[in-house]
């Protein structure tokens, strides 16, 4: 997609490379000790160990470290509030806490012998949002995968229309020149009159600028309007080019063994997630299990990869230490919550381990919750890439 | 469309380096306020005077295209933006002094306009001889501007003109390190805009001068505006 034009400035901040790569690392090491809890590797107590250290570090991290570095580095973007950066920071961070806390209150998610200082408080919390997050991205994904790379859907693009549009565009660009080299000659013009004008003197020289033609500063604004105009025109064909370059490519693929492969796997997971959606419980639990686990590991990638795009999209040099720490962010909340669901497909032996280290978190709920959010998410989606996918075909056709 | 009147100049370089600024400096002789990102392509045309204090002066406009986006964009994204390729006169390559990949992208950056590289994949060139080989028998001006030239610190200043000064070999072209909002770099008469007037009167010599008329469309892109297969279809 077009969005992934730019290349972002780097990340200069050392920090920041740190925090995220420590929040990946302990994400990953978590989805580690699951795999070690089925293979049964190592010794069940080192597990046990391994699991409540790399889950308090990955708490710090996500409810202190991070949201204290993003109000930091926010702050540090705001010229008024830069001379006194600390204390504005943890006055966001304050705040960040305050909403944070306050999330348990509407969710079921505590039974009340917890006290208040335990460890299920931040885990629950942490684990609505991620739930939340997984849920929303599961539904779109399990509706735009199919969409994307079954041929089905693919609108039919020919050569001649990209080539009849990038004509338009250089038209459009033509035109823009023009328009600009009229505008340059008149300023020229006008500067070089000005000049003589300056030199004029008295009674008759009032008289002869008062005479002489107008053609200069209202033909200019003019011009620059229709300049604009064409400006905005040619960005949105240049953008339209890009998509039909982009679908005429993905026809391509398509017919490539490579494509036919995924196109296959396309239909195998759509249909899937199209069970999943209508909840149809027919797979036997370790199966369920795998492909649960497949599905997480693509969303992941999925994740990481919607997350650099939107990263490319929106970061300038200002904000791309902050927008790295919020993806961090989203990131470490999505893998916790990742751990959360995966306890329900995980055949009953291995549950045990997830509940001991968790603590007892009403399980229940956030299934519920991610099931909700799924359906709302993915009959949301199918709206919109009905609405999207009848739209375009429209747009192509007025040449 | 009348080719023979136009003299067209490429803006090229990463996102984010300044190119927008430069445009904008070089044609309004004015710090642009409002730097925002570049979608597709923007033009903008300077009012160059050929020859400027000889009896041959002439005013030519030269248009100035500032081409968005980066090495790494996607290659519909790159097919699209091969149609500002054609015709040109002249290329521009900006770098950021502060960002030293963007330096290092201005290789498969010109050998992306100059077509002679088949696939851009956007792998950075860094062999020496590579470039000379790609370079030596290219004959579109080509001219340097390093920018954020501000943002350097003093210590640091001697080893990024070593660097530039091995990309303008390389390239075989002039190099002007600025910052784009201070037009004093640009003032009349200082060695910085003498090389800017030296680069374009390269380009319309080239352009309307040159003996040889294959010249004159050296680097057209080899399946664009094929009008005759359109037709054929």
Known sequence: SYRSVSIPPQVRQYVVQVVFSVTFAFSCTMFELIIFEILGVLNSTSRYFHWKLNLYVILLVLIFVVPFYIGYFVVSNIRLLQRQRLLFSCVVWFTFMYFFWKLGDPFPILSPKHGILSIEQLISRVGVIGVTLMALLSGFGAVNCPYTYMSYFLRNVTDSDILALERRLLQTMDMIVSKK???????RQMY?????????????GMIKSVTSSPSGSE???????????????SRQLFLETVDLQATKERIEYSKTFQGKYFNFLGYFFSIYCVWKIFMVKFWSQHISFILVGIIIVTSIRGLLITLTKFFYAISSSKSSNVIVLVLAQIMGMYFVSSVLLMRMSMPLEYRTIVTEVLGELQFNFYHRWFDVIFLVSALSSILFLYLAHKQAPEKHMTL | MASLDRVKVLVLGD????????????????????????????????????????????????????????????????????????????????????????????????LEALSKDSS????????????????????????????????IPENKRNDVLTRTAFLSEDFNAEEINLDCTNPRYLAAGSSNAVKLSRFFDKVIEKR?????????????DRRRFNFKSLHND
């Open chain 1, 181 to 187: 080299k009229r505008i340059a000659m008149t300023r």
């Open chain 1, 192 to 204: 070089q009159r000005g000049e003589e004008q300056n030199k004029q003197t008295g009674f008759w």
């Open chain 1, 219 to 233: 033909n200019l604004s003019v011009i620059q309007q229709e300049v604009d105009a064409l400006e905005e025109l």
């Open chain 2, 15 to 110: 996102s984010g380096v300044g190119k927008s600024s430069v445009v904008h400096l070089l044609c309004q002789n004015q710090v642009l306020g409002n730097p925002s990102w570049t979608v597709g392509c923007s033009v903008d045309v300077r009012v160059h005077d050929y020859r400027e204090g000889t009896p041959e002066e002439k005013t030519y406009y030269i248009e100035l295209w500032d081409v968005g986006g980066s090495v790494g964009s996607a290659s519909s994204v790159k097919s699209t933006r091969a149609v500002f390729y054609n015709f040109v006169n002249g290329i521009i390559l900006v770098h950021d002094l502060t960002n030293k990949k963007s330096s290092q992208n201005l290789y498969p950056w010109s």
């Open chain 2, 120 to 151: 851009p994949t956007g792998i950075i060139v860094s062999n020496g001889d590579y470039d000379r080989e790609q370079f030596a028998e290219n004959s579109v001006p080509l001219l340097l501007i390093g920018t954020k030239f501000d943002q």
């Open chain 2, 208 to 220: 309307y001068f040159t003996r040889d008329p294959s010249q004159m469309q050296s680097f057209t």
